[in-house]
Every structure is written in structure tokens, then in C-alpha cells.
């Protein structure tokens, strides 16, 4: 699965992230944490800058991870990639 | 206040909000930073897709069909937990793009040539051949007065 490395590696730091970036944005490549960043199109430029098409992680460093609510996906109108 | 109108009609069977949703035309391309990558490498740039975009004010954030950014190349930069009554645990990937609506000529250009949205398996017809590939959500409604006029088949943006 893409980004399973950089997941991991954000959940072993976010402790650590949350001290020290709380609300920024990580930049992460396999088992690298690059930076944070201020926005996600800043962290989403760097990565591109340093790694390319490779496949990188940008995430939000919050206490509560982000969660997608959708009322049609309740009601069967669409569907997720899972 | 620059206020934009969108009358949902049919030649055919007159007004059509009821039937198929607050719809406006939008165009997805990859976004900038990959762009300009594209340009210093030599590489094509995958041109943009074009399509509706169904106003949804259940989803809190708005979301792509996935198979966009499969065809373009682009990477998910995110993952994001799904939360409704029927699925608990599951993930979805979360994908940068430029996203464009032409009918919102907000700055002569892109209002968000930069955002984050959700990659699902969204894509369908509406009855007059109107391919919705993108649910436009909270994260974008949040800038705008919106008008549902469901009595004259017409919804009114301003921001």
C-alpha cells in the first residue's frame, strides 16, 4: 500500500510533532521526516522539489486525525477505494 | 460581491435542480509544483479533465473521482479515515490537484490551483449526459452564500 512506511513513521513521531509543530503540516519519504511545513501546498512543493513522482506523505500534525464525513457515501450513492 | 448564478434547465424537460443536484462545471489538472516538474523534465503535462461538480453539503470535505489521478500519475500525499453508519475503519487515499470552475470566474484564474481532496469512486451520468466526477464539500462551501432556489431550479453562489 502507497505511504504505509511514511504512515508508520508519523504515528511514531507524532507524539513528538505534536510538542514541537502542532498544527503544521509533516513532510515525510519512507523513513525520512523532511520538515513541517506551514501549509500543505508548501510541504506538497518541497516534496516534489526533493523526491519527485516518488510517492511522499503530507500530513496535518493534529491530536485527532482527520476524518471524510459524507452522508451519500451512508446511503450507498458512492463508494470508497478501501 | 461578484455573485454567480447557475439556472439548472433542459430544453427538454424544462427545470432540472430537483433531478440532479446543484451542479456546476469543473476542470481537475495535477497541480502546479507537478507542473513545473513536468515542464523541467521534458515530460507531457496530462492535460485536464473536464466535468461537473455536485454541490454536497453532507461531506465535509470535497472529493475527486479517483481514477483521475490514477490516469494522471499523481501520488496520494494522504490517508483519511471514512465515517458514516456503513464504514468504520476504512481509509481513503487523499490526493493533491488543481481544480478550476469555469463558471466561477472568481480571479480570471483558479480559485484553488492548489487543494487536498479525497480519491473516490464517485464518477456517474446525469440524464443529459453530464458526468459528475467531483463532490464539491464543506472545505469549499465554507468561502460562499449559497442560494438554493429550488422553486426556480437555480442556485446562486457569492462569496
Avoid at chain 2, 78 to 103: C, E, L, N, W
Wanted: net charge negative; charged share 20%.
Amino acid at each position: 500500500m502507497p505511504l504505509e512506511k511514511e504512515l508508520a513513521l508519523f504515528e511514531s513521531k507524532k507524539d513528538e510533532l505534536l510538542k514541537v509543530h502542532p498544527g503544521k503540516f509533516a513532510l515525510m519519504h519512507e523513513e525520512e521526516f523532511v520538515g513541517a511545513f506551514d501549509t500543505a501546498e508548501n510541504a506538497y512543493e518541497a516534496g516534489v522539489l526533493k523526491f519527485g513522482k516518488s510517492p511522499f506523505l503530507v500530513k496535518k500534525i493534529s491530536q485527532e486525525p482527520e476524518v471524510y464525513r459524507n452522508q451519500a457515501l451512508a446511503l450507498g450513492l458512492m463508494n470508497a477505494r478501501i | 460581491m461578484p455573485v454567480f448564478d447557475f439556472f439548472h434547465w433542459d430544453k427538454g424537460r424544462g427545470y432540472t435542480l430537483a433531478e440532479t443536484g446543484a451542479i456546476l462545471q469543473v476542470t481537475i489538472g495535477i497541480p502546479p509544483a507537478l507542473e513545473q516538474l513536468c515542464l523541467r523534465d521534458s515530460i507531457p503535462i496530462p492535460s485536464p479533465v473536464s466535468g461537473y461538480a455536485l454541490i454536497d453539503t453532507g461531506a465535509s470535505a470535497s472529493a475527486v473521482h479517483e481514477q483521475i489521478f490514477i490516469d494522471f500519475g499523481v501520488q496520494p500525499i494522504d490517508h483519511i479515515a471514512m465515517s458514516t453508519p456503513h464504514t468504520r475503519d476504512k481509509f481513503s487515499f487523499v490526493y493533491p490537484a488543481k481544480i478550476q470552475f469555469p463558471g466561477l470566474n472568481l480571479s480570471g484564474d483558479a480559485m484553488w490551483p492548489w487543494m487536498r481532496v479525497v480519491g473516490c469512486e464517485l464518477k456517474w451520468t446525469t440524464f443529459d449526459n453530464k458526468e459528475i466526477i467531483m463532490l464539491v464539500g464543506r472545505d469549499v462551501l465554507k468561502w460562499f452564500l449559497m442560494v438554493y432556489n429550488g422553486v426556480h431550479s437555480d442556485v446562486t453562489l457569492t462569496y
